[in-house]
Structures are given as structure tokens and as C-alpha cells.
Antibody, heavy 123, light 110 residues
């Protein structure tokens, strides 16, 4: 059974870059059947899709975050990662990684989620 | 403000039926894009509940059902149980080139 685990610093200073990694176990990021997503949830608020990546390196980002987001994949480590630059307090959130079933650019959903990791942006 | 609008809260007594609406526009649900639903139990990650408007993943009880019509979608829960108390989110695609979620609905079992 596939499991996903987020890891990274829990505290990031304003204007710096947030970096998180998602380690996949029980499955392979190189599986051509899945994409791999990042989603976040600010405290007490709803979910926001950040973007996804395919094992080939092909990505798709939320246009509202696109200028600051980079998602990458490391097939040798069975991991994928998120970098979000120039962070502010508004980027404080629980960040989730998730396995994604994508059938087209508009039809995709997340079927397995990590437990999430809290990132606070503060000096 | 979310692109997809959900009621902030709904409630029902055990055994009752409740519905949660997800209202969009002609740039998302109304454009024909499918809707998916997630359940988030307190303090946990979201869990896929319904995909493709009305399909249940393996293991999801048939008490949960989804539908879509026009610019809206609905999640129905029958035979309400205490363990159904959670936040529920709808998800679709918007013509602004992104996946979008509803603001979430908190279900309280009375």
C-alpha cells in the first residue's frame, strides 16, 4: 500500500524559500499511471492546489503561485519536492503531498495523501 | 474567496440524510468539468470520497453519493453516523487553468 511522507523545515523566514520533500513508499514515483501533487491548507481555511509533476519532469502549476513555485522529482530516491520562493506569512499552512490520478489536463484527483507538514513563515 | 461555493456548515441527526452543495460557474462545473469530493476528519489529511461526480473509490460506503447538474454538484450522506462528522471539500477544474477546491463544509452530527 503506497504511503507518502512530507518532510522539511517547520519554520521559514519571510522572503526566503520554503523547501519540502515527499518520500513515496510502497510504490514508485516512476509509475506512469500517476502524477504527484502538492496541496496546502492555511490554518482554519480550505485547500489550495499548488501543482503536480509527472515522473518525466512535466509540471503544471496553479497560475496564482506559478512565479514562485518549482516542483521537481528524483526518481532515484523515489521522492518529489516543492520549492516556494519569497515566502510571506500568507504562505503559512499545512502542506500535503498526494498521489494524483490524471486522465486529462482538466480531469484529475488526489487518491492518496500524506499526513501533511506544518510550515510557519515568521522571523 | 473560493471559486467553488459550499455552505460553511450543515448538520443532521444520526440516521438522517444530509446534502452538501458545491456551486460553481460557467468556467468550472458549468463548463462540464467533473467534480470530486474529499472528507477531512479532524486533525487528519483529506481522503478521497467521490471521483468523477458520482464514483466511489473502493472502501467508501454506499451511504455516500455524488451528483452534478448544471453549475452545481452535491454530496449526499444517508444513514448519518457519528464518524461522518468532518469537513467536506469539493474539487473541480477552472478555465483559469487550475484545479480548484470549494471552501469546505463542516458536517456536525447532532
Amino acid at each position: 500500500q503506497v504511503q507518502l511522507q512530507e518532510s522539511g523545515p517547520g519554520l521559514v523566514k519571510p522572503s526566503e524559500t520554503l523547501s519540502l520533500t515527499c518520500t513515496v513508499s510502497g510504490g514508485s514515483v516512476s509509475s506512469g499511471s500517476y502524477y504527484w501533487s502538492w496541496i496546502r491548507q492555511p490554518p482554519g481555511k480550505g485547500l489550495e492546489w499548488i501543482g503536480y509533476i509527472y515522473y518525466s519532469g512535466s509540471t503544471n502549476y496553479n497560475p496564482s503561485l506559478k512565479s514562485r513555485v518549482t516542483i521537481s522529482v528524483d526518481t532515484s530516491k523515489n521522492q518529489f519536492s516543492l520549492k516556494l520562493s519569497s515566502v510571506t506569512a500568507a504562505d503559512t499552512a499545512v502542506y500535503y503531498c498526494a498521489r494524483t490520478l490524471r486522465f486529462s489536463y482538466y480531469y484529475y484527483y488526489m487518491d492518496v495523501w500524506g499526513k501533511g507538514t506544518t510550515v510557519t513563515v515568521s522571523s | 474567496q473560493s471559486v467553488l461555493t459550499q455552505p460553511p456548515s450543515v448538520s443532521g441527526a444520526p440516521g438522517q440524510r444530509v446534502t452538501i452543495s458545491c456551486t460553481g460557474s460557467s468556467s468550472n462545473i458549468g463548463a462540464g468539468y467533473d467534480v470530486h469530493w474529499y472528507q477531512q476528519l479532524p486533525g487528519t489529511a483529506p481522503k478521497l470520497l467521490i471521483y468523477g461526480n458520482s464514483n466511489r473509490p473502493s472502501g467508501v460506503p454506499d451511504r455516500f453519493s455524488g451528483s452534478k447538474s448544471g453549475t452545481s454538484a452535491s454530496l449526499a450522506i444517508t444513514g448519518l453516523q457519528a464518524e461522518d462528522e468532518a469537513d467536506y471539500y469539493c474539487q473541480s477544474y477552472d478555465s483559469s487553468l487550475r484545479g480548484v477546491f470549494g471552501g469546505g463544509t463542516k458536517l456536525t452530527v447532532l
